[in-house]
């Protein structure tokens, strides 16, 4: 593995990138929405081509069970092609190298399996457009999920540093969370188990989150050596202040880094409320997905 520090001068010393090329045709239903995040105002189509173009790292998030995300992720793909970004996936396995493409369509599913990529817990297909536009456009692409067998140390052992693989607790280390970040991750933990999460597993769990977030970190510090890198992930990764943007910002501190969040209407069909917006520099609002309430078995079983 090429040293952090290394890579984090590389990405800092970047020589400015060429004209922004002229996108494909590119454009939102009207059922969905651009807007700026901290303050909600309307955000142009081209103008969010044009800061994806200039950007060093752009990171977009989505709600992984909703289709519309994948398909506009890989709608931008498509309209940014000429760029040819490094695309790192939260949804592959994490590796040193690059993820060799499939031989044929014929093989993708294989491909997939190979390289770590669970389809029943991904929904497969629901992020096929976007994995066949970075098929199609990307310059390289990695994976960055990290194992069972790495994580499971690190929630069982309360988060201990000894439980962290080292490559990783040393970009985690540059930017310590605080207590307050702490606190939110561990609010977000605790809803996202719908408040059945046993307090004394909280350190390990969000000591994990972290672990996530740095190994997406390194990905893309690896991945934009030579040009612009974009994250695949949900949008709880992609958040500025307790995620991958607050680590990749220490690491490489002069990179231009853009926050995407793909987020969905409220039920009542309004915008999502003001304190999950701010959390990115840009907002695509979309219709919301059809589902079941996931705590619902919480409640019957109470």
Not at 60 to 69: T, W
Request: glycine fraction near 8%; include cysteine.
């Amino acid at each position: 593995m090429i040293p952090l520090l290394l890579l984090a001068a590389c990405a800092g010393s970047r020589t400015a990138p060429a004209p922004a090329p002229a996108p494909a045709p590119f454009a939102l239903s009207a059922a969905t929405e651009i807007v700026a995040g901290p303050s909600g105002r309307p955000v142009a189509t081209a103008t969010l081509l044009a800061r994806i173009a200039r950007s060093d790292y752009v990171l977009l998030g989505e709600v992984h069970d909703n289709a519309i995300d994948h398909e506009l992720r890989a709608r931008l793909i498509d309209a940014l092609a000429s760029l040819r970004p490094a695309i790192v996936f939260e949804q592959f396995a994490d590796a040193d190298t690059p993820i060799t493409p499939p031989p044929s369509a014929d093989s993708l599913e294989p491909w997939l399996d190979a390289h770590g990529f669970d389809r029943k817990g991904w929904q497969w297909p629901l992020h096929k457009p976007v994995v066949l536009a970075a098929i199609a456009h990307a310059r390289s692409m990695w994976g960055a999920n990290v194992s069972r067998q790495t994580l499971t140390p690190v929630v069982m052992g309360g988060g201990a540093d000894s439980t962290v693989p080292s490559g990783l607790r040393s970009l985690m280390e540059q930017a310590p969370l605080g207590a307050a970040g702490r606190a939110v991750l561990d609010s977000e933990l605790v809803e996202g188990h719908c408040h059945q999460l046993p307090a004394e597993m909280i350190p390990g769990m969000r000591t994990a989150q972290i672990v996530r977030d740095a190994a997406m970190t390194g990905a893309l510090l690896r991945a934009g050596r030579d040009g612009p890198a974009w994250l695949i992930a949900g949008n709880g990764h992609v958040r500025n202040d307790v995620a991958v943007p607050r680590l990749l910002r220490a690491a490489a501190p002069n990179a231009r880094v853009l926050t995407v969040g793909i987020l969905e209407r409220d039920p009542d069909g309004g915008p999502p409320a003001v304190s999950e917006r701010r959390m990115y520099d840009l907002v695509i609002i979309t219709p919301r997905a059809e589902r079941s309430d996931p705590c619902a078995q919480f409640r019957r079983s109470g």
